[in-house]
């Protein structure tokens, strides 16, 4: 549907009215999506290297997904956790078997920040625990649990006192981790690949540290996989990659891997565009909550639950952990060959992609999206990241990497 000019700038207007001001707007409306590719309410067509920032792997309307929820819809939407029902008991069977080995227990929710806040609650009930040990440039979500755990200052000044007891320690500095852990602390939190942080992989070293670490100290590792699980970083979970050489990650992971974590938080990608988060976590872990614990109204819905099962099922029919890898390999192979004095550093685990310049990337991506029609999104203010979904095609990889070359070599901020 083509919108006129007038009747897309009264939607904007009217959004921006009745908005709570919280989000910078961009000037098109985004109407439709398929694929890899969005449309805005004037027919313009975009590829899209956002995918709600790591959510649409599957693609934009993935065609699975569209009727497994269709389907649903017209047969129960709603059902509280007290009762069991049949979708959920099939989602909990198809996500078990892609999980770690011992992440056999699942507390579903509606977000990334809601399976943070049932990580620390269970940490903090299993452990005995107050403290806790998380990440400089780390972030895992904005309400005041998750924000406690948030490394930047704009995100937690503004708002006091948070509610969790925490360390920053920097990202792979195996010194510093080691310093920060004691017999207080109940986990350390760990991104695989910091998103926001910059797209900064953790090293295995460092990983494979932080597992030792806990276990001597008696404290739970929890892997936030919320924008890395999936297949975003050519693995199903981005933790894979510190695994030792001769793993064949046939189960995910065996449970004598150097590097199992008690708890994984998980959502984004798992329903494909459909609200669903979920914490995943050890027998031990889960049988120390006591009931009535923890709950919640709307996690474990049927709706979400037929998303997260579709979105499984098409990602193993169609090999997108493989074709993420392959296609990550390209993505970054193709930006390498920009020569531009302006790249600082290319940094990326399959399709999770930071290109790092020497200046900020604000007039850059304005003008991706306005001269070449193409969606990216920035990871601190110097990193432009890509995020296309796992079905994006080799064309319209090198379709966004000329842009990229383009507006490196035509846009001048300081014009």
Partial sequence: MTLTASKTQDIIATESRYD??????????ITKGLGAKVWDADGREYIDCVVGISVANVGHSNPDVVKAIQDQAATLMVCPQTYPNDKRSAFYAELAS?????????????????????ALKF????????????????????????LSLTYEPKYREP????????SFVAFNDLEQLEAAIDENTAAV????????GGVRPATPEFLRAARALTKKHGALLIFDEIQTGFGRTGKWWGHQHACEPDCTHTCALSSGCTIQPDIMTLAKAIGSGIPLGAMTMT??????????????????????????????????KHNLIEQSAELGAYFLEQLSKINSKKIKEIRARGLIIGLELKEHSAP????LEKDHAILAYSATPTVMRFLPPLVISKAEIDQVVKAVAAVLENVNPKG
């Fill in 283 to 316: 027998h031990e872990v889960a049988n120390k909550m006591p009931k009535g614990g923890h709950g919640t109204t709307f996690g474990g819905n049927p709706l979400a639950m037929a998303a997260g099962i579709a979105t499984i099922k098409y990602m193993k």
């Fill in 98 to 118: 892609i999980l770690p080995a011992g992440l056999e227990r699942i507390f579903p929710c509606n977000s990334g920040a809601e399976a943070m806040e049932a």
């Fill in 189 to 196: 939190i760990i991104e695989p690949v910091q998103g926001e």
């Fill in 20 to 29: 709570s001001g919280v989000y910078n707007k961009h000037s098109i409306v």
């Fill in 364 to 367: 850059y991506l304005e003008a």
């Fill in 159 to 166: 708002f006091g006192g948070l509610v969790h007891e925490t």
């Fill in 123 to 146: 940490a903090r009930v299993a452990t005995g625990r107050e403290k806790f040990v998380a990440m400089k440039r780390g972030f895992s979500g904005r309400t005041m649990g998750a």
